[in-house]
Protein backbone atom coordinates (compact mmCIF):
# COMPACT_ATOMS: atom_id res chain seq x y z
CA UNK A 1 0.00 0.00 0.00
CA UNK A 2 1.13 3.11 -0.51
CA UNK A 3 2.20 5.43 2.37
CA UNK A 4 -0.17 8.22 3.85
CA UNK A 5 0.43 12.13 2.62
CA UNK A 6 1.60 14.10 5.71
CA UNK A 7 -0.31 16.81 6.55
CA UNK A 8 3.32 18.73 5.83
CA UNK A 9 2.86 17.21 2.17
CA UNK A 10 -0.68 18.39 2.14
CA UNK A 11 0.13 21.78 2.97
CA UNK A 12 2.80 22.34 0.43
CA UNK A 13 2.25 23.39 -3.11
CA UNK A 14 2.00 20.83 -5.77
CA UNK A 15 5.13 21.55 -8.32
CA UNK A 16 3.15 21.70 -11.51
CA UNK A 17 0.90 24.75 -10.27
CA UNK A 18 3.81 26.54 -9.00
CA UNK A 19 5.28 26.29 -12.09
CA UNK A 20 1.96 27.39 -13.78
CA UNK A 21 1.87 29.89 -11.42
CA UNK A 22 5.40 31.31 -11.73
CA UNK A 23 4.39 31.52 -15.82
CA UNK A 24 1.26 33.39 -14.98
CA UNK A 25 3.65 35.91 -13.05
CA UNK A 26 6.11 36.09 -15.78
CA UNK A 27 3.38 36.66 -18.11
CA UNK A 28 1.94 39.53 -15.97
CA UNK A 29 4.73 40.95 -15.80
CA UNK A 30 6.39 40.95 -19.04
CA UNK A 31 3.29 41.16 -21.26
CA UNK A 32 3.85 43.51 -23.76
CA UNK A 33 7.53 41.01 -24.63
CA UNK A 34 5.28 38.18 -24.36
CA UNK A 35 2.17 39.39 -26.85
CA UNK A 36 5.30 40.46 -29.41
CA UNK A 37 7.08 36.96 -29.24
CA UNK A 38 3.70 35.47 -29.87
CA UNK A 39 2.61 37.63 -32.52
CA UNK A 40 5.75 37.23 -34.07
CA UNK A 41 5.58 32.73 -34.03
CA UNK A 42 2.13 33.44 -35.39
CA UNK A 43 3.22 36.02 -38.32
CA UNK A 44 6.08 33.23 -39.44
CA UNK A 45 4.02 30.12 -39.09
CA UNK A 46 1.54 32.26 -41.44
CA UNK A 47 4.00 33.22 -43.98
CA UNK A 48 5.88 29.76 -43.94
CA UNK A 49 2.21 27.79 -44.97
CA UNK A 50 1.49 30.63 -47.33
CA UNK A 51 4.75 29.61 -48.81
CA UNK A 52 4.19 26.01 -48.90
CA UNK A 53 0.49 26.93 -50.31
CA UNK A 54 1.40 29.00 -52.92
CA UNK A 55 4.48 26.76 -54.10
CA UNK A 56 2.73 24.16 -54.58
CA UNK A 57 -0.01 25.71 -56.15
CA UNK A 58 2.48 27.54 -58.50
CA UNK A 59 4.50 23.96 -59.40
CA UNK A 60 1.32 22.25 -60.61
CA UNK A 61 -0.01 24.78 -62.74
CA UNK A 62 2.94 24.66 -64.43
CA UNK A 63 3.04 21.09 -64.31
CA UNK A 64 -0.09 21.36 -66.00
CA UNK A 65 0.72 23.39 -69.25
CA UNK A 66 3.95 21.51 -69.26
CA UNK A 67 1.75 17.85 -69.74
CA UNK A 68 -0.18 19.60 -72.46
CA UNK A 69 3.16 20.71 -73.93
CA UNK A 70 4.38 17.04 -73.98
CA UNK A 71 1.16 15.79 -74.83
CA UNK A 72 1.22 17.37 -77.98
CA UNK A 73 4.80 15.75 -78.78
CA UNK A 74 3.25 12.51 -79.74
CA UNK A 75 1.55 14.05 -82.67
CA UNK A 76 2.84 14.44 -85.83
CA UNK A 77 6.64 16.95 -85.82
CA UNK A 78 5.59 17.43 -89.63
CA UNK A 79 2.32 19.19 -88.27
CA UNK A 80 3.87 22.92 -88.76
CA UNK A 81 0.53 24.07 -86.26
CA UNK A 82 1.30 21.24 -83.81
CA UNK A 83 4.89 22.55 -83.47
CA UNK A 84 4.14 25.96 -83.06
CA UNK A 85 1.27 25.27 -80.16
CA UNK A 86 4.15 23.60 -78.74
CA UNK A 87 6.38 26.69 -79.06
CA UNK A 88 3.38 28.51 -77.46
CA UNK A 89 3.24 26.64 -74.81
CA UNK A 90 6.42 26.24 -73.81
CA UNK A 91 7.55 30.05 -73.74
CA UNK A 92 4.04 30.44 -71.81
CA UNK A 93 5.93 28.22 -69.41
CA UNK A 94 8.99 29.78 -69.32
CA UNK A 95 7.21 33.41 -68.94
CA UNK A 96 4.89 32.80 -66.29
CA UNK A 97 6.72 30.02 -64.20
CA UNK A 98 10.40 30.60 -65.01
CA UNK A 99 11.43 29.15 -61.61
CA UNK A 100 9.53 25.66 -61.65
CA UNK A 101 10.93 22.72 -62.75
CA UNK A 102 8.65 22.95 -65.87
CA UNK A 103 9.87 25.92 -66.91
CA UNK A 104 13.79 25.07 -67.15
CA UNK A 105 12.90 21.60 -69.16
CA UNK A 106 10.41 24.35 -71.66
CA UNK A 107 13.71 25.49 -72.83
CA UNK A 108 15.44 22.55 -72.92
CA UNK A 109 12.68 21.46 -75.36
CA UNK A 110 12.17 24.97 -76.86
CA UNK A 111 16.07 24.33 -77.74
CA UNK A 112 15.23 21.07 -79.38
CA UNK A 113 12.37 22.39 -81.34
CA UNK A 114 14.53 25.41 -82.76
CA UNK A 115 17.63 22.97 -83.73
CA UNK A 116 15.25 20.43 -85.27
CA UNK A 117 13.91 23.96 -87.76
CA UNK A 118 17.16 24.91 -88.51
CA UNK A 119 16.84 27.80 -85.90
CA UNK A 120 20.10 27.33 -84.73
CA UNK A 121 21.01 30.72 -82.97
CA UNK A 122 17.64 30.45 -80.82
CA UNK A 123 18.10 27.02 -79.98
CA UNK A 124 21.62 27.72 -78.75
CA UNK A 125 20.02 30.77 -76.24
CA UNK A 126 17.53 27.97 -75.54
CA UNK A 127 20.05 25.31 -74.30
CA UNK A 128 22.14 28.41 -72.53
CA UNK A 129 19.27 29.57 -70.68
CA UNK A 130 18.21 25.66 -69.98
CA UNK A 131 22.15 25.10 -68.26
CA UNK A 132 21.96 28.42 -66.63
CA UNK A 133 19.47 27.67 -64.30
CA UNK A 134 19.98 23.99 -63.86
CA UNK A 135 22.28 23.82 -60.75
CA UNK A 136 23.89 19.87 -60.13
CA UNK A 137 21.82 17.08 -61.91
CA UNK A 138 21.66 13.35 -61.75
CA UNK A 139 19.40 13.07 -64.65
CA UNK A 140 21.82 13.39 -67.38
CA UNK A 141 19.56 16.25 -68.93
CA UNK A 142 22.30 18.88 -68.56
CA UNK A 143 24.97 16.68 -69.97
CA UNK A 144 22.41 16.34 -73.21
CA UNK A 145 20.98 20.18 -72.94
CA UNK A 146 25.25 20.53 -73.29
CA UNK A 147 25.68 18.05 -75.81
CA UNK A 148 22.74 19.76 -77.89
CA UNK A 149 24.72 22.69 -77.39
CA UNK A 150 27.94 21.63 -78.46
CA UNK A 151 25.88 20.11 -81.70
CA UNK A 152 24.19 23.47 -82.44
CA UNK A 153 27.97 25.26 -82.46
CA UNK A 154 29.02 22.71 -84.82
CA UNK A 155 26.14 23.25 -87.06
CA UNK A 156 27.89 26.78 -87.18
CA UNK A 157 31.28 25.48 -87.71
CA UNK A 158 31.73 27.00 -84.44
CA UNK A 159 34.29 24.55 -83.41
CA UNK A 160 35.83 26.25 -80.53
CA UNK A 161 32.62 26.65 -78.90
CA UNK A 162 31.63 23.23 -79.92
CA UNK A 163 34.50 21.83 -78.00
CA UNK A 164 33.80 24.01 -74.74
CA UNK A 165 30.15 22.40 -74.61
CA UNK A 166 31.33 18.85 -74.93
CA UNK A 167 34.27 19.55 -72.78
CA UNK A 168 31.33 21.12 -70.22
CA UNK A 169 29.12 17.63 -70.51
CA UNK A 170 32.03 15.45 -69.57
CA UNK A 171 32.32 17.16 -66.39
CA UNK A 172 28.54 17.15 -65.05
CA UNK A 173 26.23 13.69 -64.37
CA UNK A 174 26.66 11.59 -67.88
CA UNK A 175 26.40 7.88 -66.69
CA UNK A 176 25.74 5.95 -69.57
CA UNK A 177 26.77 8.53 -72.07
CA UNK A 178 30.53 8.81 -71.36
CA UNK A 179 31.75 7.18 -75.20
CA UNK A 180 29.18 9.63 -76.61
CA UNK A 181 30.91 12.53 -74.80
CA UNK A 182 34.41 11.63 -75.58
CA UNK A 183 33.44 10.79 -79.22
CA UNK A 184 32.15 14.52 -79.27
CA UNK A 185 35.19 15.90 -77.50
CA UNK A 186 37.30 13.94 -80.41
CA UNK A 187 35.41 15.07 -83.23
CA UNK A 188 35.93 18.70 -82.31
CA UNK A 189 39.47 18.31 -81.50
CA UNK A 190 39.86 16.62 -85.14
CA UNK A 191 37.75 19.36 -87.21
CA UNK A 192 40.28 22.41 -84.98
CA UNK A 193 43.35 20.43 -86.84
CA UNK A 194 44.48 18.98 -83.34
CA UNK A 195 45.28 15.00 -84.41
CA UNK A 196 46.71 14.26 -81.22
CA UNK A 197 44.32 15.57 -79.07
CA UNK A 198 41.67 13.81 -81.44
CA UNK A 199 43.38 10.58 -81.50
CA UNK A 200 43.88 10.78 -77.20
CA UNK A 201 39.86 11.09 -77.00
CA UNK A 202 39.07 8.64 -79.80
CA UNK A 203 41.45 6.15 -77.94
CA UNK A 204 39.55 6.50 -74.87
CA UNK A 205 36.61 6.13 -76.37
CA UNK A 206 37.63 2.84 -77.97
CA UNK A 207 38.62 1.56 -74.26
CA UNK A 208 35.00 2.36 -72.75
CA UNK A 209 32.87 1.10 -76.22
CA UNK A 210 31.18 -2.30 -75.34
CA UNK A 211 29.20 -1.91 -79.03
CA UNK A 212 30.79 -3.74 -81.67
CA UNK A 213 29.73 -1.39 -84.85
CA UNK A 214 30.81 1.94 -82.33
CA UNK A 215 34.31 -0.11 -81.89
CA UNK A 216 34.57 -0.37 -85.56
CA UNK A 217 33.78 3.15 -86.57
CA UNK A 218 36.19 4.91 -83.37
CA UNK A 219 39.12 1.84 -85.02
CA UNK A 220 38.88 3.35 -88.80
CA UNK A 221 38.89 7.09 -87.17
CA UNK A 222 41.80 6.10 -85.16
CA UNK A 223 43.22 4.35 -88.70
CA UNK A 224 42.91 7.72 -90.40
CA UNK A 225 44.54 10.20 -88.16
CA UNK A 226 47.54 7.56 -88.04
Not at 9 to 15: F, T, V
Not at 91 to 116: C, D, F, Q, T, V
Not at 179 to 188: S, T
Request: hydrophobic share 35%; proline share 1%; glycine share 6%.
Amino acid sequence: MSEKLSKKDLKSPDAFQSTFESLGDYIAEHQTRVIVTASALLFAVILVMGIYFYWSHYSTSALKIYSKAQGNMLKSEENQDNVDEKIKLYKELIEKYPYSWSGRMANYHLGNIYYNKGEIDQAINSYKKFVGKTGSDKTGVKFLALTSLGYAYEMKKDFNQALKSFEQAQNVYHAGFEVIGLRNIARAYEELNNKEKALEYYKKALEKTTEPAASILIRRKISTLN
